[in-house]
């Protein structure tokens, strides 16, 4: 089959791409820091001794051998979790907080700074993506790439076999599992991490209240917010996985230079995206 090298992703979408990746290392690991704080989650508008509502915590407990064990409480299952979380480190310098020192920035307890680090790239992340759907209306890279046609949605289970068995075809568009996977995340999982973290601030609790009433108070979406990270922490493996099996030169080249190698014949005039 003959292979032809086209340029698939535009300038616009590629700095985005960059800007993303390096701001949401940032987000997740200043987030692990303030989550340090308080390691509890919570559904509902307050929470504290007086209320019933936890879903998950993290956090150090004595055993009964007298030694300090990490435990886990999620929807009121305990899960032993020393060594990785609650209780970490080499027995000689142990760290008792929910997430390890070394998944945090900063490294050591810094509240502050975890959030001076936070906002900053959380409002890095937003005018990002900003100019993105700006940039993606304009050039009609929305609507071209991103959203899924009935089509694409028909396709789907066939797209999915197609990956599983890891059989890739290098063509000029995205396929229909590619277009659903990004469609989610950037119409649906990037909107709502800004909007939860908005819900969160004391300042827009008072400029815009229905906001907090949307999310049903800033516990509720303090817990939305943690489970969005999560879901984008378990896009990110998969997507670095498949870059890989996929091709990692061809992927990694397409999106640095915008270059990208396609199986069959290229057609002239094909539009930058």
């Known amino acids: 089959m003959q292979r032809t090298t086209i340029r ?7 700095i985005t791409h960059w800007i993303w990746a390096v701001a949401l290392f940032f987000l997740l690991l200043s987030g692990l820091q303030i989550f340090n704080a308080h390691p509890s989650l919570y559904i509902g508008e307050q929470s504290g ?4 509502n936890s879903v998950l915590s993290i956090r150090a407990v004595r055993g009964a051998d007298g030694n300090a064990e990490g435990l886990t409480t999620l929807f009121g299952r305990p899960i032993d979790t020393t060594g990785l979380l609650g209780v970490s480190g080499p027995e000689d310098s142990r760290a008792y907080q929910a997430f390890p020192a070394w998944l945090t920035v900063p490294s050591y307890h810094d509240l502050a700074t975890g959030r001076v680090v936070h906002f900053f790239f959380a409002w890095l ?7 993105w759907f700006a940039a993606s209306l304009i050039t009609g890279h929305l609507r071209r790439d991103i959203l899924p046609t009935l089509s694409d949605i ?16 290098h063509g000029r568009s995205y396929n229909g599992l590619q277009k659903i996977s ?6 649906g999982l990037f909107p709502l991490m800004f909007l939860t973290g908005l819900t969160m601030s004391p300042a827009m609790n008072a400029a815009v209240p229905w906001l907090t ?3 049903g108070g800033r516990q ?3 817990t939305i917010h943690f489970v969005v990270m999560m879901l984008l922490v378990g896009f990110f493996a998969i997507h670095i996985f498949m870059v890989f099996a996929a091709g990692p030169i061809n992927e990694m080249r397409s999106m640095v230079t915008g270059r990208y190698r396609i199986d069959g014949e290229a057609t002239e005039g094909e539009p930058e995206r």
């Open 49 to 52: 001794f007086a209320f019933d």
């Open 125 to 131: 992340f937003a005018a990002t993506f900003a100019s």
């Open 213 to 215: 009433e949307i999310f």
């Open 8 to 14: 698939r992703h535009g300038l616009a979408t590629r």
């Open 154 to 169: 028909r396709g789907l289970p066939g797209s999915v076999v197609e990956h599983l068995r890891f059989r890739f075809h």
């Open 182 to 187: 990004y469609a989610v995340v950037l119409l």
């Open 220 to 222: 509720t979406a303090r």
